[in-house]
């Protein structure tokens, strides 16, 4: 069948709701799209502005069988998948930060949260948690430099245009990712890494680990050189600091 829609004016958290939804036996795949969030979450427990009507909150929900392999790059080809419905609106110079941040010359304008239930080593439910800043033009408290469609392209952007684009991208690109796994991705996701090439510090909770970004490999872990050696880093609470 399809994938089940469901519309909301407020809720916490889109993942959230999508998580109950499945939890509640609801038929999958599933999306929750909704105006607001009250407590929309990021990564590591922050907080993801969620003003009204302006930007896209959206959850995909989807049962994964035979888990480890399906779950390998998953996150990065739903970056990938995200990159490419913006572009669809116009929006061309967006990039990929590993693991799956979308940026815009440095500026955050989408990010992506995966939560998982059950066993990762055989049938599990993942939500596909997407934001993306698309009419916000202001937002007193975030943080860190962050962008929107809206101020990158000059005009307001219909939101159940690039909705209905980032169904379509997401249904191809997570349906080859379940036939074929993350390799077939590597090449053009690498071709769309504003990272490549950069002198980073990777970060894994206190520890930080110097060294030059090679790419992804074919399981989507970072690829750096460290001390004139490859080296390869996955794990969900990675993140990338510039120098
Ligand atoms: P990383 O730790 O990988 O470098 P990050 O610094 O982007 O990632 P995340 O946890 O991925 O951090 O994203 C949460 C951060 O995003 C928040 O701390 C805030 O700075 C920023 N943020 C919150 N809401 C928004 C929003 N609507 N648009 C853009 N950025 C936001
Ligand atoms: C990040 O920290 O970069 C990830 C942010 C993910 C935000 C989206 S908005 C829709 C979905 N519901 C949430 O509560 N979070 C994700």
Not at 3 to 12: A, K, P, Q
Not at 153 to 163: A, G, H, K, S, Y
């Amino acid at each position: 069948g399809g994938w089940s829609l469901h519309l909301r004016e407020t809720v916490d958290s889109t993942n959230a709701e999508a998580m109950r939804l499945l939890m509640g036996g609801q038929s999958l795949p599933l999306v929750v799209l909704s105006e607001r969030q009250t407590a929309g979450r990021g990564r590591r427990g922050r907080n993801w502005l969620s003003p009204f009507a302006e930007n896209i909150y959206y959850s995909l929900a989807l049962r994964i069988e035979s888990s480890a392999r399906r779950l390998e790059g998953l996150s990065l080809v739903v970056g990938l998948a995200t990159l490419q419905a913006l572009r669809a609106l116009g929006l061309w110079d967006a990039g990929l930060k590993w693991p799956n941040d979308i940026q815009v010359r440095g500026k955050k304008i989408a990010g992506i949260l995966l939560e998982l239930t059950g066993d990762p080593a055989d049938v599990c439910h993942v939500v596909i948690g997407i934001g993306i800043n698309v009419n916000m033009i202001d937002a007193g408290e975030i943080d860190q430099p962050w962008t929107s469609m809206q101020l990158e392209l000059n005009r307001l952007v219909d939101r159940n245009e690039l909705v209905s684009e980032l169904n379509r991208r997401l249904f191809d690109y997570l349906s080859l990712h379940a036939d074929q796994g993350f390799s077939v991705f590597q090449e053009e996701w690498e071709a769309n890494h504003i990272w490549q090439g950069r002198d980073v510090g990777l970060i894994a909770g206190s520890h930080q680990v110097r060294g030059q970004v090679l790419g992804v490999d074919s399981q989507g872990g970072l690829r750096l050189c460290v001390n004139g050696e490859e080296r390869i880093f996955s794990g969900g609470e990675l993140s990338l600091r510039g120098f």
